[in-house]
């Protein structure tokens, strides 16, 4: 049988297996094997390519990235900083119509640039600042949307599991995307809080009370509640500008952060020898699933190219009438529709193997093409009927919510993050100009 035939049969029992509730990685894996044996006609040489694969795959310094940026959250999390950020941008902005939203956004982009787990930020901030905004007169689909929408900024606003994970597939840097991906969460930031300001403008029953208890006006614990939130900004700071300047690579900036975490944690005396131990554990829960997808992913990679079927999809693309862009736009609605029934890793290591080649022979930049990549799996993780931010603070949330609330009020941040692709797709320089200057 043709190979290229074969490799596509393998595409399609793939998410056959997935849909039926394989576990991504076991499918990926399933699969390779599969597909392998059956172009060479030898088991000797798919078992062989999975011990291969297994060792070359992880055997990667670059890779030290990943425990280290977890422990990092983690451990930040352990000190107690999710509270005292959402404090002190609720001091900021708390007396503004709309203003607990908007704290609720610049909380969580800041918490995202240390946690890097979109889901994370969704379970926390559904218990912190949800109950602030439904006390304060909020619109109950308001202020899931907002919990919800603004809890994808963890997967853009480096350090991101989504772009790590982009990077080693698309053998691209970690550090670059990191760098390109600061701009447009900025950008993303503040679409969000326009349009939370325009929705209760527009809509005055939204919000029945502006001001709320943390927008106090003695200028004593306006101080006391901004200056709280000191540690986490100086550990963002010190992690991201060291990478920015060239003073540390991400893996050692991964390893500085988790130090500073750390150190975070017991000036603050939250640490316990249980939270300690709970998070190392936590740390190689969390790790070692990631490695072992990355694992499956490669080998998934290689299949795809002895098949051929990477190289064909290629020229394809590459040969129809119409400009790159159409084929990008082409990609993002893929990503939105699989959205709906896979999760974000599953899209992003079943499609980067198929989609790298055609991006690379189409002359784009993959730094670029990364970002767009991850806002419209992130967007995925929004839609209806699998949503998993969305199931996410359901279970957070338990009985006092519904999943059809959650979806009903995402769905304004869904429209809001279609504009922001827009306007990335549009406009390259937002996501390429800090690499460029940095070089």
């Keep these: 049988m043709d190979p290229l035939f074969i490799g596509l049969i393998t595409v399609v029992l793939l998410f056959i297996l997935i849909l039926l509730g394989v576990h991504i990685g076991v499918s990926l894996a399933i699969m390779s094997v599969l597909g392998v044996w059956w172009i060479v006609g030898k088991a000797s040489v798919a078992v062989g390519l999975l011990g291969t694969v297994a060792f070359s795959s992880i055997m990667n310094y670059t890779l030290g990235v990943v425990p280290m940026f977890v422990l990092m959250g983690l451990m930040t999390n352990v000190s107690g900083a999710t509270k005292d950020l959402y404090d002190a941008a609720n001091v900021w902005f708390g007396r503004m119509r709309g203003g607990l939203g908007i704290a609720t956004v610049i909380a969580n982009a800041v918490f995202s640039a240390v946690s890097g787990v979109s889901i994370a930020s969704a379970a926390m901030f559904s218990k912190i600042s949800l109950p602030q905004m439904l006390a304060h007169g909020y619109d109950k689909k308001l202020a899931l949307g907002t919990v919800a929408g603004s809890s994808l900024l963890g997967m853009l606003i480096p350090p991101s599991i989504l772009l790590i994970l982009y990077g080693v597939l698309a053998n691209e840097s970690i550090g670059k995307l990191f760098i390109a991906g600061v701009l447009p969460g900025i950008l993303l930031v503040v679409i969000y809080s326009v349009g939370i300001s325009l929705m209760v403008r527009f809509r005055p029953h939204l919000v029945r ?73 936590e740390t190689g829960y969390v790790t070692a699933s990631i490695f072992f997808l990355l694992i499956a992913a490669q080998m998934y990679s290689r299949m795809l190219a002895i098949s051929g079927l990477a190289s064909w999809v290629s020229e394809f693309c590459s040969s ?22 896979l999760d974000s890793i599953s899209m992003l290591l079943i499609t980067i193997p198929l989609m790298m080649p055609v991006v690379r022979a189409l002359g784009l930049d993959p730094v670029w093409f990364g970002i767009i990549c991850v806002v419209a799996i992130e967007m995925g993780l929004l839609t209806p009927p699998f949503g998993l931010v969305v199931y996410t603070m359901k279970a957070a949330l338990g009985d006092e919510v519904t999943i059809e609330e959650i979806f009903m009020g995402a769905f304004p941040f869904l429209i809001m993050m279609l504009i922001f692709i827009i306007c990335l797709v549009a406009f390259p320089s937002i996501t390429l100009w800090l690499p460029i200057l940095g070089q």
């Design 209 to 281: 009370e502006t001001a709320t208890s943390g927008a106090e006006k003695d200028f004593k614990k306006f101080s006391l509640v901004t200056l709280k939130s000191w540690g986490v900004m100086a550990l963002i700071l010190l992690v991201l500008g060291g990478i920015y300047c060239g003073f540390f690579t991400p893996t050692e900036a991964g390893g500085i952060g988790a130090f500073g975490a750390l150190v975070l944690a017991v000036v603050k005396r939250r640490l316990t020898w249980a939270n300690a131990w709970n998070t190392l554990l």
């Design 320 to 341: 129809l009438p119409v400009p790159p862009v159409v084929i990008i736009i082409f990609f993002m609605l893929i990503y939105i529709v699989m959205g709906m029934v």
